[in-house]
């Protein structure tokens, strides 16, 4: 099974000078996450909800200034390669091109866990063995800007929602971005600024998807898989009894696949002694693993190694010095930070990074169009 056969032709594709307000009604008709962005018929960037609940941006903006830089799969690809390229990034929808990077089709992460699941390849353990754990959860009196801070912080897609430990609701990406851009794309431009500070002062609740499609612990990853294709959503909460235990998504679905198609993803930690603690290796590892996702949606990454340096602090606690390695085919990028919590350190030091792979990635796309134009 090739990328070519497994993909779907693309309802909805932006131009690059198309505006974000004329796209985003469209990207809700369409029920579509992410619209490739082209230039003459050519791949140019990727536009999701995802990226738009990052920063806040000017309904006037060219989607081009608001595209993520290009992540793509070849028609060539094998079913393998597919799966490590959905794996590595955690990518919704990924586009196929050609050789000369004309845009020709869509293959969706709804696409490869179809697959999976008809051919009788998904592995037969339990949610609770691949699950996303502790989920990250929020009250329903919680604001708007809380959920989308915490979605950008620990790069997710869903927060359960909670009332005295009662599930009650779900928010996801969408949900921000449909409450606080595209009933915007109706108003003037003088009642923007105070509708975007009513909406991220709301309560979570008057966002909030109720009631919420639940799996328990001990449903298998078949039964999961079936269930998030049959109610065409990405992930769900995972319940113990009335307890929220976890949250899995197509993402882990695809992760439990690691032993089966040799996935690994290129990440060197060398921890201090006081990092070594199982909690907190876990906690590090699931970080590193997730940042490592983000710049694998810019760029093929050869090598992403991260250190620590334990110093003494003159409060009581050490003072953890990172530093993060990356090597990729348009260079190699280090970023250093420092912070008594090493997780909060990486996070500063992995933004650094791939603030400076963004500025990289669009000097040379620059570079390309100034040698185009001449020619």
Do not use: C
């Not at 131009?15 to 809700?28: A, E, F, G, P, Q």
């Not at 009196?141 to 430990?165: G, H, Q």
């Not at 409060?315 to 420092?338: C, E, H, M, W």
């Amino acid at each position: 099974m090739s990328a070519s056969e497994l993909m779907a032709n693309v309802s909805l594709v932006a131009s690059s000078n198309d505006k974000l307000r004329d796209i985003l009604n469209k990207m809700r008709e369409a029920n579509q996450w992410v619209v490739p962005v082209v230039n003459n018929k050519k791949l140019v960037g990727i536009l999701s909800f995802k990226e738009l609940i990052r920063r806040r941006v000017n309904l006037e903006t060219r989607v081009i200034n608001v595209s993520s830089p290009i992540i793509s799969l070849s028609k060539k690809d094998d079913f393998t390669q597919v799966v490590v390229k959905f794996y590595t990034t955690k990518a919704r929808a990924i586009p196929v091109v050609d050789d000369s990077r004309n845009l020709l089709g869509m293959i969706t992460r709804e696409t490869v866990i179809s697959y999976l699941l008809n051919s009788g390849q998904l592995d037969t353990g339990k949610a609770r063995e691949y699950m996303s754990s502790p989920p990250v959860t929020l009250t329903a009196e919680d604001s708007v800007a809380k959920a989308r801070w915490s979605m950008v912080r620990d790069n997710i897609s869903r927060i359960p929602i909670l009332e005295e430990k009662k599930l009650v609701g779900i928010v996801t990406t969408r949900d921000i971005v449909n409450a606080l851009y595209v009933p915007l794309s109706e108003k003037k431009r003088a009642s923007i600024l105070n509708e975007e500070e009513r909406v991220m002062a709301s309560p979570v609740k008057e966002i909030m998807n109720s009631p919420v499609i639940t799996v328990t612990g001990s449903e298998s990853l078949k039964q999961v898989a079936e269930k998030l294709l049959k109610n065409k959503i990405s992930g769900a909460p995972v319940m113990e009894g009335d307890f929220v235990s976890g949250v899995i998504s197509g993402v882990d679905i695809i992760k439990s696949l690691e032993h089966k198609f040799q996935l690994s993803m290129p990440i060197e930690a060398k921890l201090t002694t006081g990092l070594r603690n199982k909690e907190l290796k876990a906690q590090l590892d699931g970080v590193l693993e997730r940042y490592l996702s983000k710049l694998e949606k810019f760029v093929d990454v050869n090598n992403f190694r991260v250190s620590f340096k334990e110093e003494a602090s003159s409060q009581g606690r050490p003072l953890y010095r990172v530093s993060v390695n990356i090597s990729t085919k348009i260079g190699n990028f280090v970023a250093n930070d420092s912070d008594r919590d090493p997780v909060a350190a990486v996070k500063r030091a992995v933004d650094i990074l791939e603030q400076r792979l963004i500025k990289k990635l669009k000097r040379i796309q620059e570079k390309k169009g100034d040698k185009e134009g001449a020619i």
